[in-house]
């Protein structure tokens, strides 16, 4: 292969850093600015941040919910794939996800057993 065949590729690269770039700037230059107490108030807990908060830390089990909901959403991910080339899988393809589908049933089950989906003990 040339260094010809890669124009393309790294034409497409800073196209779309340009683009990504120049959107933010634009929308920074152009975009509303009018902060409010509503708005500058937490919203996904709905709990105002007290201080000295920089020294707690979050339970283990925060952290394993969401490494576990991470993998399950990953594996997931297969399923959209497999059911475009399913014509061309056949049986197989059938058997194969069947196998996929029980190996992440029988993963769920165990960490549902464990109790690592529980948030209190």
Do not use: C, H
Not at 66 to 73: G, K, Y
Not at 88 to 111: R, S
Request: without cysteine; proline residues 7%; aromatic residues 16%.
């Amino acid at each position: 292969m040339t260094l010809d065949s890669y124009v393309p590729i790294l034409f497409l690269i800073v196209l779309s850093t340009l683009f990504a770039v120049a959107s933010i700037w634009v929308s920074s230059r152009i975009g509303p600015r009018a902060p409010t107490p509503a708005k500058l108030t937490p919203y996904e807990s709905g709990i105002v941040p007290e201080g000295g908060i920089e020294k707690q830390r979050f339970p283990v089990k925060f952290y394993l919910v969401a490494m576990l909901f991470i993998i399950f959403d990953i594996e997931t991910v297969f399923l959209y794939p497999w059911a475009v080339a399913y014509d061309n899988l056949k049986l197989f393809g059938l058997i194969e996800m069947g196998v996929f589908i029980a190996i992440l049933l029988a993963a769920y089950v165990y960490v549902w057993r464990r109790g690592g989906l529980e948030w209190v003990d």
